[in-house]
Nanobody, 121 residues
């Protein structure tokens, strides 16, 4: 099994920054994709940013130029630097990792418990 533990959420004012971290542990042979999703009350879960093993990134249009995803492969950790936060960014942020537990395994998606980000106006 694989565990994902997020940290770094909190309450900030509009215009401020936060940095989220997500560390993966357990039976890990290879992590193909790591990413961040978010879910606000009454809304569907949406992709915020993802980063594949080749370094390719994908961002939601609403966070481009404000958020940056990065990854420390040695630590199996993904980060999300969030700048210029606004109240519309308020949500539970969840980490996702697509993991192979062996060379013969197909990738499986694992999720963290989520960390709350609240931005006040």
């Amino acid at each position: 099994q694989v565990q994902l533990v997020e940290s770094g959420g909190g309450l900030v004012q509009a215009g401020e920054s936060l940095r989220l971290s997500c560390a993966a542990s357990g039976r890990i042979f290879r992590i193909n994709v790591m990413g961040w999703y978010r879910q606000a009350p009454g809304k569907q879960r949406e992709l915020v940013a993802s980063l594949n093993s080749g370094g390719g990134t994908n961002y939601a249009h609403s966070v481009k130029d404000r958020f940056t995803i990065s990854r420390d492969n040695a630590k199996n950790t993904v980060y999300l630097q969030m700048n210029s936060l606004n109240p519309e960014d308020t949500a539970v942020y969840l980490c996702m990792a697509s993991v192979q537990s062996s060379g013969q395994d197909i990738p499986h998606a694992y999720w963290g418990q989520g960390t709350q980000v609240t931005v006040s106006s």
